[in-house]
């Protein structure tokens, strides 16, 4: 499985972007799908995750302000990004989990295939 993340880029804070990540190959052994971020000197970190059947769980410090979505027949994950913060800068990264006794998943670990990252760069 290939994930291919994007549509970051520099937003002033309170506006709005829309992340992108396509999947490809053996897509049908994809299960939970996620995205995590991480800022400069920080670790990686939980942003949320969706199931294949659209159950979804959130971060606090993002709740409210984001929205998960997936189009499994496209193969692609969204991330839309609402009333953006100066704190929310940070390289967001798409993951997507092959265990199927697991509906989603808030751990790093439990994803086995990673995009490559988009930046996010919010200006205050």
């Known amino acids: 499985v290939q994930l291919q993340a994007s549509g970051g880029g520099l937003v002033q804070a309170g506006g709005s972007l829309r992340l992108f990540c396509g999947a490809s190959g053996d897509t049908f052994g994809i299960y939970g799908m996620g995205w995590f971020r991480q800022a400069p000197g920080k670790e990686r970190e939980f942003v949320a995750a969706v199931s294949r059947g659209g159950d979804t769980s959130y971060s606090d410090s993002i709740k409210v302000r984001f929205t998960i979505s997936r189009d499994n027949a496209r193969n692609t994950l969204y991330l839309q990004m609402d009333s953006l913060k100066a704190e929310d800068t940070a390289v967001y990264y798409c993951?997507?989990?092959?265990?199927?006794?697991?509906?989603?998943?808030?751990?790093?670990?439990?994803?086995?295939?990673w995009g490559q990252g988009t930046q996010v760069t919010v200006s205050s």
């Open positions: 993951a997507a989990d092959s265990n199927r006794r697991r509906r989603l998943s808030t751990r790093r670990n439990d994803y086995d295939y």
